[in-house]
C-alpha cells in the first residue's frame, strides 16, 4: 500500500521505516527541515537499535522517501499516520494544536479519499474533534475521510523489535472498512511474511500478536491506560524501596518475589530514579486532566506522580548524606538519557540531578554512549567525556543515572584508582552492594544495605 507518515521523531521515523520494510511504499514528512534535509541525505537524526540499517534497506528498496512540503506526503498516501507531538500544557492537559494543524492540512491538501489514522498518544475523544474538523476544513465535499486511532506501544531503544513483534496491534475504527485497511496494512508483521532485520532472517515463531479492533474512544483510552498503570508500578517499586530502607530488608529481594507472581510480572518493579522520557510523565498528567475533566477523581495516579517526583529529592538525601559538602566537588554523571539505548533526554531524570548539583556548585563531568550532544545544548557548561573512564578521573563521587550496560560493565577497580574518593551513589541499582564495598567503595543506593 502507498502510506504517508507526518512527524518524523522518536514514532514516525520507526513507524514509516518498519512500514516501509515490511513492503509497503512511505512517503515521512516533518515541519523540521533541517530533519528532512538530514534524512534524505541518508542521515539518521535519533539513536534507536536497528533503525538505520532499516531506513538504510528500505531507501535501497525505493520504498521510502521524504519530502518536506506536507501536501505532497498527504496526496501520496491511501492512509496517512500522524505522528506529531501532543506535549503537555502546564495545566498537564495534552497540547493537541499539532493534531489540529495536521487535520487541517489533510483537509486542505488531499485530492482523494483518506484513511487517516491517529498514531499520536492524544486523550479520548481526540478521533472525534479529528473527524469534525476533517470535514469543516475539507475544501471539496466529495473527498471523504475516515478515521482511526492506532495508539503506538513502542519503548525507546527497543523500538524496532517491538514494531515487527507486538504483542498486540489495537485498531479503533468506526467501520469495518478501516478496520480492514489497517489489517492490511499489518498483514506482513501479523503474518510474519518479511525478513526481519532485528534476527537477521525470519521472524521468530513466538507468540502471534493479537489484531484487536475497539472503538476509537476505548483505543485512544487503551495507551493512556497501560503506560500510567506502568508507571504507577515504577512509583510503587520505588515506595517499597523506601520502605526497605527503613526496616532493612531488599528491595530486590522483595520485588522479584512479587514479579514472580503472574498476576503482577516483574517488569517495571525496578527502584531509583523513578521514570521519565515523554511518554510516561505526560500521559500520567493527561490521564488524571482527562479524568477530572470528567468527574473521576485518579487520586491513585496523583499519588504515582507525587512518588515519581520524590525521587530526585531522595537521590540528593543520599548524595548530601554521602559527601555533607556538594559544592566544590567534582561529581562523575554516568547516564543523561532518560533510559538506556536512546539519546532522548526528555523529562530525564539525570537532567534532575545535574540541574541540583549545578545550583550547589558542583564540577560536574559527564558521560553517556548516545545523548552527550543533546545535552550540550541545555548544559554547555558541563565536562563531557567519550570514555567513562575520562570522567571518573579525580572525582569526589560518582553518581549512577542511566541503565547503560556499558556502565554496568565498567571495571570499578580501574575507576577506583583513578577517582579521588572511591564513592558511588547509584540511582540504579546496578550493582551488587557487597561487591562494591568488596573493592573498597562507599556505596549508596536505592532499598538495599
Known amino acids: 500500500m502507498r502510506l504517508s507518515v507526518i512527524g518524523c521523531g522518536y514514532v514516525g521515523l520507526v513507524t514509516g ?59 501520496a498516501g491511501e492512509a496517512i499516520f500522524i505522528c506529531v507531538g501532543t506535549p503537555p500544557k502546564e495545566s498537564g492537559e495534552a497540547d493537541l494544536s499539532a493534531i489540529d494543524h495536521v487535520a487541517r492540512q489533510i483537509a486542505a491538501e488531499a485530492k482523494t479519499p483518506k484513511l487517516v489514522i491517529e498514531k499520536s498518544t492524544v486523550p479520548a475523544r481526540t478521533g472525534l474533534e479529528l473527524s469534525r474538523a476533517l470535514s469543516a476544513y475539507s475544501r471539496n465535499s466529495n473527498i471523504k475521510f475516515r478515521v482511526a486511532s492506532n495508539p503506538e506501544f513502542l519503548r525507546e531503544g527497543t523500538a524496532v523489535g517491538d514494531f515487527f513483534h507486538p504483542d498486540r496491534i489495537v485498531v479503533g475504527v468506526e467501520d469495518p472498512s478501516s478496520a480492514a485497511e489497517l489489517r492490511e496494512i499489518y498483514r506482513p508483521i501479523l503474518e510474519k511474511s518479511f525478513r526481519c532485520p532485528v534476527h537477521d532472517g525470519a521472524c521468530p515463531a513466538g507468540q502471534k500478536a493479537e489484531f484487536l479492533v475497539t472503538t476509537i474512544s476505548s483505543a485512544e483510552l487503551i495507551k493512556h491506560a497501560c503506560n500510567s498503570f506502568l508507571a504507577l508500578k515504577i512509583s510503587y517499586a520505588n515506595v517499597i524501596a523506601d520502605l526497605c530502607e527503613k526496616i532493612g530488608a531488599n528491595v530486590e529481594e522483595v520485588t522479584r518475589a512479587m514479579g514472580l507472581d503472574p498476576r503482577i510480572g516483574g517488569q517495571f518493579l525496578n527502584a531509583g530514579l523513578g521514570y521519565g522520557g515523554f511518554c510516561f510523565p505526560k500521559d500520567v498528567q493527561a490521564f488524571i486532566y482527562l479524568a477530572a475533566k470528567v468527574g473521576v477523581d485518579f487520586d491513585i495516579l496523583k499519588a504515582a506522580e507525587r512518588v515519581n517526583k520524590q525521587r530526585i529529592e531522595r537521590f540528593f538525601e543520599k548524595i548530601h548524606q554521602a559527601l555533607w559538602v556538594v559544592k566544590g566537588k567534582r561529581i562523575a554523571v554516568l547516564g543523561l538519557a532518560f533510559k538506556a539505548n536512546t539519546d532522548d533526554i526528555r523529562f530525564a531524570p539525570a537532567l534532575e540531578v545535574v540541574k541540583g548539583l549545578l545550583q550547589e556548585g558542583a564540577i560536574v563531568h559527564t558521560t553517556d554512549p548516545e545523548a552527550m550532544s543533546r545535552t550540550k545544548a541545555l548544559f554547555p557548561e558541563l565536562h563531557y567525556h567519550e570514555d567513562p573512564y575520562d570522567a571518573l578521573r579525580d572525582a569526589d563521587a560518582a553518581l549512577i543515572c542511566t541503565e547503560w550496560d556499558s556502565f554496568r560493565k565498567l571495571d570499578w577497580q580501574r575507576a577506583g584508582g583513578l577517582m579521588a574518593r572511591k564513592l558511588v551513589i547509584d540511582g540504579r541499582n546496578l550493582y551488587s552492594p557487597q561487591e562494591m564495598r568488596n573493592l573498597g567503595f562507599e556505596y549508596y543506593s536505592f532499598g538495599r544495605e
Open 17 to 75: 521505516a518498519c512500514l516501509a520494510e515490511a513492503g509497503h511504499e512511505v512517503v515521512c514528512t516533518d515541519i523540521d527541515r533541517d530533519r528532512i534535509a538530514k534524512l534524505q541525505a541518508g542521515g539518521v537524526p535519533i539513536y534507536e537499535e536497528h533503525l538505520e540499517e532499516i531506513l538504510a534497506s528500505a531507501r535501497k528498496a525505493g520504498r521510502i522517501s521524504y519530502t518536506a512540503v506536507a501536501g505532497e506526503a498527504i496526496r
